[in-house]
């Protein structure tokens, strides 16, 4: 199936210092989907971006959508312990699935 | 957010025999639910996708008479791992798409198989 890579795959930050992680897909995509998984647990939805350029933002996390709507970004600023897990991004296919890329875990130095 | 429940959380069977692995969407009907399988520390990988009241579809490289999906109802579908082998340990997780316009994921809590 359908894989779409994300960088870096692994990060591993200080508490306080910023984090991004980057999904590259080399088609033009509808939607892209961010979720989290905690370490043991299951993914959970956090966001999905539909525009062009489009940036959205939760508390410290902020998701931007590229202007060609190939590519997105999550960001976290000032990193806490409880953001500990790994970060996909999700794309919809033509058929209705959905395929993950590769994940970013993050692990945050206290 | 819609609750999706699997059962069991975790199974130990000996090689050779079969598991099955149910999961339910307690909150919302879902007609369709996908099976994905997660290797440690890597991303999730969609072996197929499950369809009420029809053949599941099945992505490339994934065989359809190794993993048994029936989705025969409106709140549950099943994964059955026919003649389980050790290179079968893996962690499986369903999910369903919500109601929501996102149309996000709402993820069972997984099954790790372990093939003894």
């Known amino acids: 199936g359908q894989q779409v890579m994300q960088i870096p795959q692994y990060q591993h930050v200080q508490e306080g210092e910023d984090f991004t992680t980057y999904c590259n897909s080399s088609?033009?995509?509808?939607?892209i989907q961010w979720y989290k998984q905690r370490p043991g647990g299951h993914p959970v939805f956090l966001i999905q971006?539909?525009?062009?350029?489009e940036v959205k933002k939760q508390k410290r996390l902020t998701f931007q959508f590229g202007e060609a709507k190939k590519n997105s970004s999550l960001h976290i600023t000032a990193t806490q312990t409880t953001d500990v897990g790994t970060y996909f991004c999700?794309?919809?296919?033509?058929?209705?699935?959905?395929?993950f890329g590769t994940g970013t875990s993050l692990t945050v130095i206290p | 957010g819609a609750v999706v429940s699997q059962h069991p959380s975790w199974v130990i069977c000996k090689s050779g025999t079969s598991v099955k692995i149910e999961c339910r969407s307690l909150?919302?009907?879902?007609?369709?639910m996908f099976w994905y399988r997660q290797f440690p520390k890597q991303s999730l990988m969609l072996m197929a996708t499950?369809?009420?009241?029809?053949?599941?579809?099945?992505e490339q490289g994934v065989e359809k008479d190794k993993f048994l999906i029936n989705h025969a109802s409106l709140t549950l579908s099943t994964l059955t791992v026919t003649s389980a082998h050790p290179e079968d340990s893996s962690f499986y997780i369903c999910?369903?798409?919500?109601?929501?316009?996102?149309?996000?994921?709402?993820f069972g809590e997984g099954s790790r198989l372990t093939v003894l």
């Open positions: 999910s369903a798409r919500g109601l929501a316009a996102t149309g996000e994921l709402f």
């Open positions: 088609t033009t995509l509808s939607n």
């Open positions: 971006l539909v525009k062009s350029g």
């Open positions: 999700s794309l919809p296919s033509t058929g209705n699935q959905f395929y």
């Open positions: 909150d919302f009907q879902a007609t369709t």
């Open positions: 499950s369809n009420e009241g029809s053949k599941a579809t099945y």
